[in-house]
C-alpha cells in the first residue's frame, strides 16, 4: 500500500488521532544514502515522526525536525511540510550496531547525549525554534518530552519499525508506522489517558495485522470509535526540491573573488546534496556565465 496520512478527532471527547504508513519512504531514503540497518531503522522513524509533525502544521508551511546526539550516528534532520512531502538525512548513513530491545536498543547509535530540536515556519517569514535534551533515547518518548516540555501540550507518540518480507526476500524495513495522540484544549483528559494507555498497549500488534489494508484502515482498527471523523488525507513521499539552478544561485552568494579562486583552482565546481545524494557539476563555461552575468549586474 503507498505511504499515506490519515487524520481524525474523536468527536465526543476531543481527542485528534494523527496516522502515518511510511514504509516506501522509509526504503527510498536507505536506498538513496545506502544506509545500515541501525540508521535506516533510525532514519524510518525521523521521517515518520516528520510526517505527523507537518500534519499539524499551517498550510504552506514547513517543519525541521533534527536530532543531534554523542553517538557514532551523530545526528538527523528531516524537513516536511503540510502536503507530505518530506527528505532527510542521517549524518553517518553507516551505523548498523543496535542493542538488545528495551531502554538501551538505540544507545549504539545515539550515545549517551544529544538533543532533540525543532524548527517551526510561523509565515510571514517569521520561525520558532525550540528544543529538549534527550533523555529517553527513544525517538518517540523523547517527542512526548518536547510536547510536554516545550508545547505544554500532553502527547501520546507511537513509532514502529517491523521487519517483513517484500517482493519475497526478508525486509527489515518491512512495515513503517507512527501515530499522534493529542487532546484538544477541551479534550477529555480522562479519555485521553484511557487510549493512550490502550495505544501503548495494542499499537505494534495493530499494526501487523492491518497495516497491509491501509493506513485509514489501520486507523479503524486502532481507533473503533463510532465517533471518529476522518479530517483529511494524503499520500506521502520522500521529494527533494534541490536543482542544478540551486547550485548556481548559491554559487553566486559566494562572491566574484571566490568563484574566480574555484575557476583558476578547480576549473569546475561540485556540490553533492545531503538529502538526495544527487552530484551536481557546474562547468568552467557555466561559472564563468555567472561571473559576466554578475558584472553586468554591477555595470
Known amino acids: 500500500m503507498a505511504d499515506e496520512l490519515v487524520s481524525g478527532l474523536l468527536k465526543e471527547t476531543d481527542l485528534r488521532v494523527v496516522l502515518v504508513t511510511a514504509s516506501e519512504l522509509a526504503r527510498r531514503a536507505r536506498e538513496l544514502h545506502h544506509s545500515a540497518p541501525a540508521s535506516a531503522s533510525l532514519m524510518a522513524e525521523a521521517l515518520t515522526a516528520g510526517a505527523l509533525m507537518g500534519s499539524l502544521q499551517k498550510s504552506d508551511s514547513r517543519i525541521n525536525l533534527q536530532l543531534e546526539c554523542d553517538g557514532p550516528l551523530r545526528g538527523l534532520f528531516v524537513d516536511a511540510d503540510t502536503t507530505g512531502v518530506l527528505r532527510g538525512y542521517a549524518k553517518n548513513p553507516l551505523v548498523s550496531h543496535l542493542g538488545a530491545e528495551g531502554e538501551y536498543h538505540w544507545r549504539p547509535a545515539l550515545g549517551n547525549k544529544g538533543f532533540l530540536s525543532v524548527l517551526r515556519d510561523l509565515g510571514g517569514g517569521e520561525y520558532y525554534r525550540s528544543a529538549v ?5 527513544d525517538l518517540a518518548k ?3 518530552h518536547y ?3 516545550s508545547d505544554q501540550l500532553p502527547t501520546r507518540v507511537y ?3 517491523l521487519p517483513g518480507v517484500v517482493d519475497g526476500a526478508p525486509e527489515p524495513l ?4 507512527g501515530m499522534f495522540l493529542q487532546p484538544l484544549p477541551d479534550g477529555d483528559q480522562e479519555a485521553f489517558q484511557a487510549l493512550g494507555d490502550r495505544l501503548a498497549r495494542d499499537f505494534e500488534s495493530a499494526v501487523k495485522a492491518h497495516a497491509a489494508q491501509g493506513a485509514a484502515a489501520l486507523l479503524k482498527a486502532l481507533v473503533p470509535q463510532p465517533d471518529l471523523e476522518v479530517m483529511s488525507r494524503y499520500p506521502l513521499s520522500f521529494t527533494c526540491s534541490c536543482s542544478k539552478e540551486r547550485v548556481k544561485r548559491a554559487l553566486v552568494t559566494m562572491g566574484r573573488a571566490e568563484l574566480e579562486d574555484i575557476l583558476a583552482n578547480e576549473g569546475e565546481a561540485k556540490a553533492d546534496c545531503h538529502f538526495c545524494t544527487t552530484h551536481y557539476v557546474v562547468t568552467g563555461e557555466e561559472i564563468r556565465e555567472i561571473l559576466a552575468a554578475m558584472a553586468q549586474a554591477t555595470s
Request: net charge negative.
Open 133 to 137: 535534551e534527550l533523555e529517553a533515547f
Open 142 to 144: 523523547d517527542l512526548q
Open 147 to 149: 510536547f510536554t516540555t
Open 159 to 161: 513509532l514502529t519499525v
Open 174 to 177: 518491512g512495515t513503517v508506522a
